[in-house]
């Protein structure tokens, strides 16, 4: 068994008597070394410190970074204030030569075309600037970009230097009492500096050989193409920055971006909104606008309690505009709204007859945050809800306006109660208001749905019906849809469900969105969907009951009055081809009515367009709907008739008092005189078609001098030069299924 080891008592051995000693010279030149190495080395410390700080080494390139892109956006800022500063002087003084010429009794004034030609420059800038984005969303610097901020900087440190050292010499010519100062100054710099230099260990693993790495914050999205800097990344202040014991404050008292983020974090803990952080401030017209963050929950608790943030902000009845960001579930922008936000829109631009196609967008309206509101109707089913005064009519005719400048587009319009498309009614090729029109419209556009979905594959179409000038679309307003007879809401429906690919669309209108209103729930069926002003059940039953939560408000919207147009034309939107839904504000751009009114005139002299004439002759090669057909007993006796008839174009024109298809203008001789008598004969027999070679016949027997000795191919030439052109396909006739020849009613209207 191992014992301890006993501790061994440590011996201090005795002080010599008489102890070596230095000589006193030998301690005088240790102590010059000692100092002159440490001089040494502080001089090297110092040589290292400044080169490093005047080569810029304390600032890495993820910091250099943010600062080339925050300098960026103040730049960026700055142009855009500037810009809206231009736009107001240049409203003052169109206001003034108004005046002016007013005074003078010039009705033209060269002054004011001007000053509206410089503002309309003016807003067409701002207009680009907002399409282009928010002025905030830069892109990261480059490293050229980088490179020249260092180099600025490395300048700036050594002008700083040479311009310091100037200036002292020049203080000490002048006061000589300065010198004593700068002693214990200059001391305390020279520690400062001699302290031993240690290089960041992190600079020399940060290469940037294609772009620089940036903070999260400032990285884009990564499904995104570019670069531009993600929402919220400029933080203004957070709720941790907020003074101890600091009270809320009114709206107007704010005039910098670090107030307004103060001024929201107060609010918002005053009323237990959970905000923790401001960011991206901006100085709008109209406003502030920036995006908040909350730590707990979602922004929907900023919505519930927008009217007291209203009170603590002082600002009017829906000041307060939160809108929830997709991408970041605990962001919302948020708008602190004194003033209209649609100030500044553009007007409606000139568009051409004929001068769209059918599957081009076209700009409607502008967002609160001034972005471009752009459609395109083709093949979209929409449904348009405002409550009476909300604006529908005005809405109705921003769609009606682009669709009637297409090439390639026959607009129809219906109301069962109202005026429908009112000013751009001569753009308009059917006009129907009566139960009996509005149903043999709907029967009509639906029976030739299904022909064109047969002639697709005919044409090479592939899935989707192509339009063109010969084989357009057809796009039909339904306004005041609630209106609608049960059978045309019956057919209505059944369009919605197949007219899409055919590129027969149907927009509804309807003053509500439940299905007390629309009989159906087919709110949520629609592709294109918006809400104007309403009641909160309209939201939910348009949007989804979780609608209001995500930011979507109309119902907070107010209609308008005789005297006040409040809100009137201002929408929030879901399913427009190729744009996020985002819960948004958008306002309609509404033009006068003399302007409808003469675009539509226009468009009706560059001529309107009818079906082409293959879906035309289809159409009696389908079943209708059994809804529609008459009903028999089992004796074959008619048990009820059928409660609309399928009719021609040229009979569903005359019905709609619409004008008849534009044919050539037949001037007398041969070529009318064919058609005339044809057209005869056909009556004399009592068919409506005649295949070419009877018809022939037919006018050898009812004219022999005139026919006796004309062959088919004269005859068919004949035809084509009164302008019937070929012999098209009759449907069947007898046993044959599909013969040639010519319809009675085309070449009635050729007369």
Not at 156 to 167: F, I, K, P
Not at 492 to 507: H, P, S, T, Y
Not at 563 to 588: L, S
């Amino acid at each position: 068994m191992a014992t301890e080891t006993e501790p061994v008592e440590q011996q201090i051995p005795p002080k010599p008597t008489d102890p070596p000693t230095v000589p006193r010279k030998q301690r005088i030149d240790t102590v010059k070394l000692q100092a002159k190495a440490a001089y040494g080395e502080q001089k090297q410390n110092v040589r290292q410190r400044l080169a490093a700080w005047f080569a810029t080494a304390d600032i890495d390139d993820q910091k250099l970074a943010e600062q080339v892109v925050d300098s960026k956006r103040r730049q960026a800022q700055r142009q855009d204030d500037e810009l809206l500063r231009q736009v107001g002087r240049v409203n003052s003084r169109l206001a003034q030569a108004r005046i002016d010429a007013a005074r003078r009794g010039d009705e033209t004034s060269p002054q004011v075309e001007r000053i509206k030609g410089e503002l309309a420059a003016l807003q067409a800038r701002v207009e680009t600037r907002a399409a282009e984005g928010p002025a905030v969303a830069v892109m990261p610097p480059t490293n050229r970009e980088l490179d020249r901020a260092r180099w600025t900087k490395k300048a700036t440190r050594v002008a700083a230097v040479l311009a310091g050292g100037y200036g002292y010499l020049h203080g000490i010519a002048v006061e000589p009492a300065l010198l004593l100062l700068s002693i214990p100054a200059g001391g305390f710099g020279w520690w400062f500096l001699s302290r031993p230099h240690v290089e960041d260990s992190t600079e020399a693993g940060a290469p940037f050989p294609q772009a620089p790495a940036l903070p999260a914050t400032f990285l884009a999205d990564p499904t995104q193409a570019g670069g531009a800097m993600s929402v919220g990344s400029h933080v203004v202040m957070n709720v941790e920055q907020l003074a101890e014991g600091a009270t809320p404050f009114p709206l107007r008292s704010v005039s910098t971006p670090q107030q307004l983020a103060e001024c929201v974090l107060l609010a918002a803990r005053a009323e237990n909104v959970p905000i923790v952080e401001v960011a991206d401030v901006q100085r709008q017209p109209w406003g502030w606008q920036c995006v908040v963050r909350v730590d707990e929950g979602t922004p929907e608790a900023i919505i519930a309690k927008a009217g007291d943030l209203e009170t603590k902000f002082d600002l009017p009845t829906n000041g307060v505009r939160p809108q929830p960001l997709r991408a970041r579930r605990a962001c919302a922008i948020l708008r602190l709204v004194d003033g209209n936000p649609f100030a500044t829109a553009p007007g409606l631009p000139y568009r051409a007859p004929k001068s769209l196609s059918i599957t081009d967008k076209f700009r409607i309206g502008t967002s609160v945050g001034g972005d471009p509101l752009e459609v395109s109707l083709a093949g979209v089913m929409g449904l348009w809800v405002a409550a009476s005064g909300g604006g529908k009519t005005g809405i109705l005719q921003a769609l009606g306006e682009g669709v009637t400048a297409c090439y390639d587009n026959i607009t129809i319009d219906c109301d069962p109660h109202g005026d429908g498309l009112e000013d751009l009614g001569d753009a308009v090729r059917i006009t129907a208001r009566s139960n009996e029109q509005i149903e043999a419209v709907l029967l009509f556009f639906l029976v030739m749905s299904k022909v064109r979905a047969r002639l697709r594959k005919k044409f090479g179409m592939g899935k989707k019906w192509k339009p063109s000038a010969e084989r357009p679309a057809v796009t039909i307003f339904i306004d005041e849809f609630p209106k609608l007879s049960d059978l045309g809401k019956l057919l209505a429906f059944d369009l919605m469900l197949v007219g899409r690919k055919e590129l027969i669309q149907v927009q509804y209108a309807s003053q509500g969105g439940t299905t007390r209103y629309l009989g159906e729930n087919i709110a949520q069926m629609m592709a294109l969907k918006a809400v104007g002003p309403c009641k909160v059940g309209d939201t939910r039953a348009v949007f989804g009951d979780d609608s209001v939560r995500e930011g979507y408000l109309p119902h907070k919207l107010s209609p308008a009055t005789d005297t006040d147009p409040k809100d009137a034309g201002h929408i929030f939107i879901q399913g427009v081809p190729g744009m996020a839904d985002e819960p948004i504000e958008y306002a309609i751009h509404e033009a006068p009515s003399d302007v409808l009114r003469k675009l539509a005139a226009e468009r009706l002299d560059a001529g309107l367009l009818d079906p082409d004439q293959d879906s035309l002759d289809g159409m009696r090669n389908v079943d209708l709907p059994e809804y529609v057909e008459a009903e028999y007993d089992k004796n074959g006796e008619l048990k009820k008739p059928a409660p609309v008839s399928l009719l021609t174009w040229e009979q569903l024109l005359r019905l709609c008092d619409a004008e008849p298809p534009a044919g050539p203008e037949l001037t007398e001789g041969p070529a009318r005189a064919a058609v005339e008598d044809s057209v005869a004969v056909m009556e004399k027999a009592g068919v409506d078609r005649m295949k070419t070679e009877p018809l022939l016949a037919a006018l050898h027997e009812f004219d022999p001098e005139t026919y006796g000795e004309l062959g088919v191919d004269e005859f068919k030439a004949l035809m084509k030069q009164a302008g019937a052109g070929s012999p098209i396909t009759l449907g069947p006739i007898g046993e044959e299924k599909n013969p040639r020849g010519f319809k009675r009613d085309r070449l009635r209207h050729l007369l």
